[in-house]
Every structure is written in C-alpha cells, then in structure tokens.
C-alpha cells in the first residue's frame, strides 16, 4: 500500500510558512532568554558580570516623566548600579513632567555618581532636569541652556469669526476663561498670565541655582531664555565639563575607581507610535501634552 505524503509536501507553502514562524519565535525568546531575566521581581542583565553602570536616555520632547521616573528609581535601588548617565538629548518640554525628572535625578545623585551627557541640545527643561546630577558635560557645539518659561496661547477670534462660530462660556470668576482662543486677552488677563509666568522662571532659577551651588543672581543674569553653546555654557559655570558620551564614562569609572570597562545597563525602553516619532522629529509637543488652553513648557525653539 502506498503511503500518502508528508505534510510538506502536500501544503510545501503552509509548511514553509509554519518554519518561519517557528524560527522567529525561537530568535525572539534566545534574544529575550540572552538579554535579560529576572531576579527578586526585577529585571537584570544575564551576563551580569562586572561593574555596571546604569544610562537614562531623555529624547525628544518632554510631555510625559513616568516612565523615567521609574526607570531612575529602579537605577537608584539596584546595589549593583554604581553611577549613572543621564543622556539627555531634547530640547524642553512641560513644565510639571521637566520639574519631576529633575527631582528624580537631584534623589539619584544624592545617592550614586550621577554625570549628565549632553548630545546635540539639551535645553530648557532639557538643561532642568541636567541641573540636578552631579556633574554636567557638554560638547562645545551642544545648545543648551535656554532658562526660560513660555506660556503658549492661541488666538483664533477672526478665523472663528469668519466661520460663524462664538463662544458661549459661564465662569465663576473673571479669570477662568483667561487664555481662550476665541478672543484676544484682556490687559487684566495679561497681567495674570506674566505672573505665572514669573513664578514658574522663578522655580527654574531657583532649582537651577541650588543644584548647581551658583549665586541666584549669577543664574538669573543668563536666564533671559536665551541658548548657548556648551562652551559658553561651560563660561558662565551651567556646564563642568567638555567632552561626548564616552568622556563621560570613562570619567565616571574613574570616579568609582573601576579596574574593568563597566557594563552599560540603558533604559527606559521606549516604544512610541508612529505618529508621535513623527511628532517628535518635528519638535511638535505630543497630543498627550497639548490642551485647549495655555501651554506652559520650558522648550527651546
């Protein structure tokens, strides 16, 4: 009796398919099985020998600090973390997201050896949240700086005029539909939206001055929002030192009198959607941070 044909040869193309299929499920769980497993709950490298240093990376436009936050913490109780590197490469971002980041590395540095690398820009609320390590390094060619605070604020009146839209608002108070699109601000909504404005400058000036233990008045003689390169930056005592990311390591290791090149342990791990790498790569503040009133961020531009 002939004995029928194998599967593969009767569906070679399902067959086929069903290999590949196969083989990337194999490489994913060696590549996951390799890069890291877990030890008390928390994720650790497989090949853990050696000294380790930890990497938070800072990209792009800063509209949100959670993940960031819990990638420092984590950072900060790992015993076998020695220092860390904060690469930061963004120009700004919002307000409250910049103010928690820096609170979170001014806690680490309290801690570990905390050095900030600066890439292509690190301003604003970029160079915010660098103030709270324990050393800054720059390239001489890096923008950064830029202490400043903006309130962003649209007027829309004569375009919603040309559709024949109006607003219909009832407040409780003068004051709470400042800001809105409908209309142009009223000289006591100017006055009210500078006072925020000076107070959250104030914040920046403040944390700035006290991380980096400069004289308030030297800090807010250079923050008129204005950029500097990383070697003017380095002149009017912002920056320590000049040089890119390996300089940082290697002054990092010296630092903790390290015999061995360390293991770089980077996160957080960052899976955006499309859209908003689109976003990012054209410094337009993601949707998550936009609202329909004003937009208060410590952003270069």
Not at 105 to 125: E, W
Not at 179 to 196: A, D
Not at 205 to 230: C, E, I, L, N, P
Request: with cysteine; glycine share 10%; charged share 20%.
């Amino acid at each position: 009796m002939a004995q029928s044909p194998r599967f593969s040869a009767r569906h070679p193309f399902l067959f086929g398919f069903l290999l590949i299929v196969l083989a990337v499920i194999l490489l994913i769980a060696s590549m996951m099985f390799f890069s890291s497993c877990m030890q008390d709950g928390k994720k650790i490298p497989f090949f853990n020998g050696g000294e380790k240093i930890g990497v938070v990376n800072i990209q792009g436009l800063i509209a949100s600090s959670r993940t960031v936050t819990a990638w420092i913490d984590q950072l900060q109780q790992d015993d076998s973390i020695k220092g860390v590197i904060v690469r930061i490469n963004s120009p700004g971002g919002v307000v409250g997201p910049s103010q928690e980041i820096f609170q979170a590395v001014r806690r680490l540095a309290a801690s570990k050896p905390t050095i900030t690398s600066m890439g292509a820009v690190a301003a604003s609320g970029g160079y915010y949240i660098a103030a709270g390590s324990s050393e800054i390094w720059a390239n001489p060619g890096t923008l950064t700086a830029s202490i400043g605070v903006k309130a962003q604020l649209k007027d829309m009146g004569e375009l919603m005029h040309k559709l024949g839209i109006k607003e219909q608002t009832v407040t409780s108070g003068s004051l709470k539909n400042a800001g809105t699109m409908f209309r142009p601000m009223t000289p006591e909504e100017k006055i009210y939206f500078q006072e925020l404005v000076d107070d959250l400058h104030d914040q920046f000036v403040t944390d700035v001055a006290s991380s980096r233990h400069m004289d308030q008045a030297r800090v807010k003689a250079v923050a008129d929002g204005r950029a500097m390169t990383g070697r003017q930056a380095l002149q009017a005592g912002l920056v320590d030192k000049m040089g890119g990311f390996e300089d940082a390591v290697r002054s990092l290791k010296k630092a903790l009198a390290l015999t061995k090149d360390p293991v770089l342990i980077e996160g957080p791990e960052t899976k955006r959607p499309l859209l908003s790498r689109i976003l990012g790569s054209l410094d337009i503040i993601p949707s998550n941070a936009m609202t329909p009133g004003p937009q208060w961020v410590f952003s270069y531009e």
